[in-house]
């Protein structure tokens, strides 16, 4: 049967892959927002003739350049390690998620590249609409590889459109739809995307702040504060809106992740949402699990009742229930019978082996016929994963980590909504120089915004362990045979290339800016 | 009307879809050949920097290729790519880090404040472009002479070796596959640098250079080709759908593909004359006949390693192990739904040589490295 890895060889492929999906996390969100408001001053240019205009963006444009690099440089690991790191994920899932990843090669990669390169070279050599389109085409390209890559993603989260394959031991993809237009795709491409475009308007207005600080730039700044603060205003609002549908999403298809994020370890009636909380370790215990309690909270009084059962008096089961029941309580399943169907899915996974090792045919074709059955697939198979779990305990993530980047990015991201409302009316009403402090507000945004976007991710993954793929593969089984010394010493050299690099990148970054655009 | 797809033409389909992208690759793969020769080839600055944006203005394509053909191969031959990245993990993360540090070396080299400076990113350019071909090489090679794994019952790999991929180095046939690919990326590096930079004296340089990498691509390339042709090959039997060990079965694939054996032999015969026409009358456009060559002749080459009822990714460890096209690919459904995605490739290959041609319109000198104002 499949064998559960040694722990710290887990630990350890968890931790690179958590290294490189981190850094490249810091480029990909810029490249993203950045691409559009390049496109939008371009057009700007394109549309009036004035080549201040064009001074405009291609200072940007040499930001982005920069930037774009690194980020590439990062995303061609993170594809590979899926098979380097994570090869028996990678073949219990190939059939459905190879066909997002090539597709994004194909659709969204060359797309990129192509157009990229006449981007930077092609400003002497095609016309103006040419060079234009082919800003957007940069653009359309960055969001379209986004979408295919958080298809893929969404699927660990919320597997759908698949069956399973008793010979071949995989997952195989029956409806392409439901894979792409699964809800949690939908609202992940939707948050990350938007998330990115905000958190570039964000390093606009930072930057634009600078020149205004040190009285610089002023025509240039002041014309990407209106572009950024209109850009990032609309942008942060979706955030809030598809974060919003994003968390009603959770709460149905990953009940326990969403309970681990709110810090809800029991049910009730009435139950609110956390603003602000700290938390601290109580001497109770569910199972092994510690609790943790609020030493100091603010919350919306029944908001989480109405959010997940649509009024104040909703029951919202916790951590608690949803481990250990009462099945009404949790209203659903419990870990505690899921893990005995997954058991059960388990050893019917391994007899079936058996019987074909030994070549019973009769046993064979008895087995098969129970297995295509909706009755097996819907009430054992799905919880597959849950027959590698010890203790109910094992099904919830570290708790205060979720629980501290979900509010650390809820909180953040109502602050940027602020802050671009703020600039908007400043710019418009030509006040932005008067407001010194506002300036700072902008400046010191950039670092706040970049937390605010790695929190989201480690809220997505972290708050999905222990799952690979949730419910039916853990961690644990999807990792590549390797002694853990290897993946030490992999994981010891990219992340110093990963550093230098990023130090190599900031510091080019800083003396562009304080070049500034040519003249 | 309804045509009916069989998976049988689903799994060549792809697997030619497969052998396209490699064949792009390794011709792409000049980017990489010049990069080797940036210390050696340019005599002063100037050269220099003409040579890096002239390669720096392509280095995506192959890049994205590059990550394409791992996508095209994790979706379709998914057991491939488990089991070849899950166990040669050292070749293959050997080739990423050479591909990272190419990503940021173009970008980066000339800017001020780079903290790593110039030489730094010009060694990372040099390191890809000559450990990048060569270990791809190595690695294809293995499509022919086999790797050390074992497949479990639920298919997943134990690499049987603590090298994981790096032994695919010690042997004869794997090497000179990977210098064979590195001669002839530098082979089409120099090709390429001499039809897009106008300059006489790198011209001249690089004619000489151009002999003694051609000619070391023959020796390694005919040595790795006549010992595949009279080896033992990992067969298929029709009969059992087990791998057996045939006599010259490489050489039987040729034979009974006469079409695959064509496309070999034009390839080859391209790749030839370009460099030839290059050598004697000076012709500039040379890349485009030994580039078309190139592209056919690893076209053809992966069609032999996986057509005809030949595993593509053979264990040499464990015989029943072996990965085919029939045994590797992902499920009829999904590969249907590719190739309807792959219906769009045509028209990708048009933009981008349309985008191609309009950044190719000026030679590069010095004068429109300045005019254009993106310089590497």
Wanted: hydrophobic share 50%; aromatic share 16%.
């Amino acid at each position: 049967m499949i064998e559960l890895a040694d722990l710290s060889l887990v630990d350890w492929s968890r931790a690179q892959f958590a290294l490189t999906a981190i850094y490249h996390w810091i480029f990909v969100p810029l490249t993203l927002g950045l691409s559009f408001i390049l496109a939008i001053i371009e057009t700007i240019y394109v549309r009036t003739g004035n080549e201040e205009w064009k001074r405009l963006a291609k200072f940007w444009m040499t930001l982005f350049g920069i930037n774009f690099a690194i980020g590439v440089a990062t995303g061609i690991i993170l594809e590979f390690e899926f098979g380097t790191n994570w090869s028996n994920y990678s073949w219990f899932v190939g059939d459905i998620f190879g066909a997002p990843l090539a597709i994004e090669g194909i659709l969204a990669f060359f797309l990129e590249s192509t157009f990229v390169a006449v981007m930077f070279f092609g400003w002497n050599k095609v016309n103006k609409k040419f060079h234009l389109a082919s800003t957007w085409l940069v653009a359309i390209g960055a969001s379209l590889s986004a979408l295919w890559i958080l298809v893929a993603n969404a699927w660990m989260q919320n597997p759908v459109g698949m069956t399973f394959n008793l010979d071949t031991a995989r997952n195989e993809m029956t409806d392409f739809r439901a894979v792409l237009f699964n809800p949690v795709a939908v609202d992940k491409f939707t948050h990350t995307v938007f998330s990115g475009f905000l958190l570039a308007s964000v390093f606009v207005l930072g930057v634009s702040a600078w020149y205004l600080l040190k009285k610089r730039e002023e025509w240039m700044a002041k014309k990407s504060i209106l572009i950024a603060a209109i850009f990032g205003l609309v942008s942060s609002l979706l955030v809030a809106f598809t974060g919003d549908n994003s968390a009603r999403t959770i709460a149905k298809v990953q009940p326990v992740k969403f309970a681990a994020f709110e810090a809800h370890y029991y049910g009730k009636q009435n139950a609110g949402l956390t603003a602000i909380g700290i938390l601290k370790k109580s001497d109770r215990k569910i199972g092994n699990l510690e609790v943790n309690d609020f030493i100091f909270r603010i919350n919306i009084p029944g908001f989480l009742s109405v959010m997940t059962g649509g009024d104040r008096n909703a029951y919202v089961p916790g951590i608690n229930e949803l481990l250990n029941g009462p099945s009404e309580a949790a209203k659903t399943m419990t870990v505690t019978e899921k893990i005995e169907k997954g058991s059960d899915a388990r050893n019917a996974l391994t007899n079936y082996k058996r019987a074909k090792m030994i070549n019973d045919t009769e046993q064979l074709e008895n087995m098969k016929a129970y297995f295509k059955t909706n009755e097996y697939a819907d009430k054992y198979f799905r919880y597959l994963g849950y027959g590698f779990l010890q203790v109910p305990e094992d099904a919830v993530p570290n708790v205060p980590v979720a629980f501290y980047s979900f509010h650390l990015m809820v909180m953040l991201g109502f602050f940027f909504i602020a802050v671009c409302l703020v600039a908007l009316i400043l710019v418009l009403r030509d006040k932005v120089l008067k407001n010194k402090w506002f300036l700072w507000i902008m400046l010191l945004s950039v670092p706040l915004v970049y937390i605010a976007s790695e929190s989201g991710w480690v809220l997505a993954e972290m708050g999905r362990q222990p799952w690979i793929i949730q419910d039916l593969m853990p961690v644990s089984v999807g990792v590549s045979d390797l002694s853990t010394g290897s993946v030490i010493t992999t994981f010891i050299l990219f992340a110093i290339l990963f550093t230098a690099l990023l130090i190599a990148e900031v510091s080019i970054m800083i003396r562009q800016i304080k070049t500034g655009p040519e003249h | 009307m309804t045509i009916m797809i069989s998976y049988l033409f689903l799994q060549h389909y792809w697997w030619v879809i497969i052998s396209l992208l490699a064949g792009l690759l390794v011709f792409l793969m000049f980017v990489q050949g010049g990069q080797s020769m940036i210390f050696s080839l340019p005599v002063n600055d100037t050269q220099k920097t003409m040579i890096v944006n002239a390669l720096g203005r392509k280095w995506e394509f192959t890049f994205t290729t590059l990550v394409t053909f791992g996508g095209a191969f994790f979706a379709s031959f998914p057991l491939f790519y488990a089991t070849s990245f899950g166990g040669a993990y050292w070749v293959w993360i050997a080739i990423l880090f050479s591909f990272v540090i190419q990503a940021i070396a173009y970008e980066y080299r000339s800017k001020p404040s780079n903290v790593l400076g110039k030489k730094t990113f010009d060694i990372f350019l040099f390191v890809n472009g000559a450990a990048g071909p060569f270990l791809i090489g190595t690695a294809v090679a293995t499509f022919f002479t086999g790797s050390y794994f074992s497949l479990d019952y639920m298919n997943h790999v134990k690499w049987v070796t603590p090298w994981h991929g790096l032994e695919a180095l010690t042997s004869g046939r794997n090497l000179a596959l990977g210098l064979a690919v590195l001669f002839l990326a530098r082979t089409n590096g120099l090709l390429y640098i001499m039809n897009s930079v106008e300059d006489e004296e790198l011209c001249n340089r690089s004619v000489k250079k151009l002999i003694t990498n051609s000619v070391s691509f023959l020796v390694f390339f005919l040595f790795f080709l006549i010992t595949l042709l009279l080896s033992k090959g990992f067969a298929v039997s029709r009969e059992t759908g087990i791998v057996v060990m045939e006599k010259y079965k490489y050489l039987h694939n040729l034979v009974q593909m006469p079409v695959v054996l064509i496309i070999f032999l034009a390839g080859m015969a391209a790749v030839l004359y370009g460099i030839t026409v290059t050598i004697l009358k000076g012709n500039r456009k040379g890349i485009w006949f030994t580039g078309a060559g190139t592209f056919l002749t690893v076209f053809a080459l992966f069609l032999t390693a996986g057509f005809n009822m030949t595993s593509f990714y053979p264990s040499a460890y464990e015989l029943r192990s072996s990965l085919t096209i029939m045994n590797a690919s992902s499920s009829y459904f999904t590969l249907k739904t590719m190739m309807y995605v792959s219906f769009i490739i045509p028209f990708v290959a048009l933009y981008i040589w349309y985008a191609w041609k309009a950044i190719n319109r000026k030679k590069i000198t010095e004068d429109e490295m300045k005019e254009e104002g993106h310089v590497y």
